[in-house]
Nanobody, 121 residues
């Protein structure tokens, strides 16, 4: 039942920054995550956050460069991306799930439509 809408994607030069937003229709979920998929590649986990506690999780490829956060009052999650590399180019998807006690890296059941992020060299 959760509807997710991503925004903030675009074109940026290598080394630049971009902030993605994910607006949720409701707040009855426990994890919000970000995934990305480049052409010809599998969709991969990027980052996740527990909605109530704010615990964060990152893939090794983005740790130290990306920061995930949320604004509970606005039912909105954010992904701040710094020091962007051409390898970060992909469609970024916001995801959410209501289950707890499971890995924040898997088993999401609500997905946004995605937003394109392109990093030029």
């Amino acid at each position: 039942q959760v509807q997710l809408v991503e925004s903030g994607g675009g074109l940026v030069q290598a080394g630049g920054s971009l902030r993605l937003s994910c607006a949720a229709s409701e707040r009855t979920f426990y994890y919000m995550g970000w995934f990305r998929q480049a052409p010809g590649k599998e969709r991969e986990f990027v980052a996740a956050i527990s909605w109530s506690g704010g615990n964060t999780y990152y893939s090794d490829s983005v740790k130290g460069r990306f920061t995930i956060s949320r604004d509970n009052a606005k039912n909105t999650g954010y992904l701040q991306m710094n020091s962007l590399k051409p390898e970060d180019t992909a469609v970024y998807y916001c995801a959410a799930k209501k289950t707890i006690g499971t890995s924040p890296r898997y088993n999401y059941n609500y997905w946004g439509r995605g937003t394109q992020v392109t990093v030029s060299s």
